[in-house]
């Protein structure tokens, strides 16, 4: 398991360093936009769209290092009162549900990527090919599934660790 856990952790911070990188690039062309645009009266033409497709690569690249922080927001009003082995179950059972749904998921958006890309689709503004994007994004769901698969077994290897 630890092996797992070592692969994860290192997947998770590449992501995190290129989803680093699109965030300042992300900021550096929206203001770009905004200088151009005020003062000069000279608008970039296409940065939101440049600026919607680094932000899906952000999101979808931060996905599983939130994940493996467990930053994401959890509601546990009710489950904080059930006993500890009833959360590990249900732990359990949610990163099993999820695991999956995220693997469709990736798998799907990367279809989807493969038809834009097969089509030659470009973007409306800009007329640049954004499969890659698609992609980016696919991936970052992909490495999400592995951090809830790695999250799903830990819940058996501490078990095991308490009996």
Same mark, same amino acid.
């Given at each position: ?10 997947? +998770? ?6 989803? !680093?990188?699109? @965030?300042?690039?992300? #900021?550096?062309?929206?203001? @770009? ?38 930053? $994401?927001?959890? @509601?546990?009003?009710?489950?904080? =009162?059930?006993?500890?082995?009833? +959360? ?9 549900? *999820? *695991? ?16 834009? #890309?097969? !089509? ?7 007329? #640049? &090919?954004? $499969?890659?994007?698609?992609?980016? &994004?696919?991936?970052?769901? *992909? ?15 501490? =078990?095991?660790?308490? *009996?």
């Amino acid at each position: 398991m630890n092996y797992l856990e070592k692969i994860n952790l290192f997947l +998770n911070r590449i992501l995190l360093v290129l989803g !680093s990188a699109a @965030v300042l690039l992300l #900021m550096s062309v929206a203001t @770009v936009n905004v200088v151009l645009r005020y003062p000069f009266k000279v608008p970039w033409r296409g940065a939101y769209e440049v600026v919607g497709f680094l932000g899906a690569i952000v999101i979808a690249f931060a996905l599983g290092f939130t994940q493996k922080r467990k930053d $994401h927001i959890v @509601v546990d009003i009710l489950t904080e =009162k059930f006993p500890k082995k009833v +959360n590990r179950i249900l732990d359990g059972i949610s990163y099993f549900i *999820t *695991t999956i749904f995220f693997a469709i998921v990736s798998w799907q958006v990367f279809v989807w990527g493969l038809k834009i #890309m097969k !089509s030659g689709e470009v973007s409306e503004t800009l007329k #640049m &090919v954004f $499969h890659p994007v698609i992609f980016c &994004v696919s991936f970052g769901f *992909t490495i999400f599934s592995f951090t809830l698969l790695v999250d799903f077994l830990n819940i058996f290897k501490s =078990k095991e660790k308490q *009996t």
